[in-house]
């Protein structure tokens, strides 16, 4: 089951206003997810839908209940996520209404809980690639299908917000090797390689953060414009890229990685120390790993 994670209305812009499908409210010992699960059939895939700020995007990045979210979509079957996120560009060749499939990413959130391991076992897990390759992979061979360019790999630059950055941050963010400024990838991504589901994101480029210069001559009310007008565009473009994607993986799914199994090394709890409490409160993301011991 693939699982999309994006904005408001994201499954009518993917399928169609006929979406149908049936929407699951998913309690989680972590609390309540940003919004019900969408639960649809395409080309034979099941899909699982979700917006992350809510309906009418209500919550802001640093409010997201990230763990919520992926425990939910976990709960209900999901094993793979394309997510989607507009970002600022640091870069020049990385232009308004670019979509940018990332490979890496720096962490400079601060407010967030980062994992769901924060008590009664210890946990490591592998997150060198923080990306799925495979599921990367899947999006770049549909790169044709969008009518932009898409870029094959980034580092993404997670700041906490909501405030964007200051012109000396974004300069900063570009000495360190960042390509795109974002709020929303982490710790979406670290949570789902904790809970042993494939990650990738599609980012959507609509401006150039504010390392570069505005058109002196737009008014605030103009860039505004400009930007809402980039975000459009590239969502448009990256709802082909996903829609397309998807149709691949029903004639070609992925099969298993060794992202389905990053527990089997990652825990360092001895099983037999792990109390009732414990285990119910993580419940179905230790499921497996208590099966493999």
Same mark, same amino acid.
């Given at each position: 089951?693939?699982?999309?994670?994006?904005?408001?209305?994201?499954?009518?812009?993917? @399928?169609? +206003?006929?979406?149908?499908?049936?929407? @699951?409210?998913? $309690?989680?010992? @972590?609390?309540?997810?940003?919004?019900? %699960?969408?639960?649809?059939?395409?080309?034979g895939v099941q899909v699982a839908l979700l917006a992350r700020h809510g309906e009418g995007h209500?919550?802001?990045?640093?409010?997201?209940n990230y763990r919520a979210?992926?425990?939910?979509?976990?709960?209900?079957?999901?094993?793979? %996520?394309?997510?989607?996120?507009a970002v600022g560009s640091l870069k020049? +060749?990385?232009?308004?209404?670019?979509?940018?499939? $990332?490979?890496?990413v720096i962490d400079k959130t601060y407010r967030r809980t980062p994992?769901?391991?924060? +008590?009664?076992?210890?946990?490591?897990?592998? @997150?060198?690639?923080?990306?799925?390759?495979?599921?990367?992979?899947?999006?770049?061979s549909v790169a044709d299908c969008a009518d932009t360019t898409v870029h094959d790999g980034a580092t993404y630059v997670c700041m906490e917000g909501p405030a964007f950055s200051t012109v000396a941050e974004s300069r900063m963010h570009r000495m360190w090797g960042g390509d795109l400024i974002g709020m929303t990838c982490m710790p979406e991504a670290k949570l789902a390689r904790e809970a042993e589901i494939s990650y990738a994101l599609v980012a959507l480029a609509t401006d150039y953060d504010c390392w570069k210069p505005h058109d002196p001559s737009l008014s605030r009310q103009a860039l505004l414009s400009e930007i809402i007008g980039h975000l459009k565009a590239a969502t448009n473009n990256a709802l082909d890229l996903i829609r397309s994607a998807i149709e691949i993986f029903a004639r070609e799914p992925i099969g298993e990685?060794? %992202?389905?199994s990053g527990l089997d090394l990652a825990?360092?709890?001895? $099983?037999? +120390?792990?109390? $009732?409490?414990?285990?119910?409160?993580?419940?179905?993301?230790l499921e497996r790993y208590i099966e493999f011991r």
């Open positions: 089951m693939i699982g999309i994670i994006g904005g408001t209305g994201l499954g009518e812009k993917l @399928f169609g +206003e006929e979406l149908g499908g049936a929407e @699951f409210n998913v $309690p989680t010992p @972590f609390g309540e997810p940003s919004g019900p %699960i969408r639960m649809v059939e395409w080309h209500m919550i802001s990045p640093s409010q997201v979210n992926i425990y939910a979509l976990k709960s209900l079957g999901v094993k793979y %996520i394309i997510a989607s996120g020049n +060749e990385i232009e308004p209404r670019h979509l940018v499939i $990332p490979d890496q994992t769901f391991y924060d +008590e009664g076992l210890a946990v490591h897990v592998e @997150f060198a690639e923080p990306f799925c390759p495979a599921l990367r992979k899947l999006l770049l990685t060794p %992202i389905h825990v360092w709890t001895d $099983p037999a +120390e792990l109390t $009732p409490d414990v285990v119910d409160q993580y419940g179905i993301l």
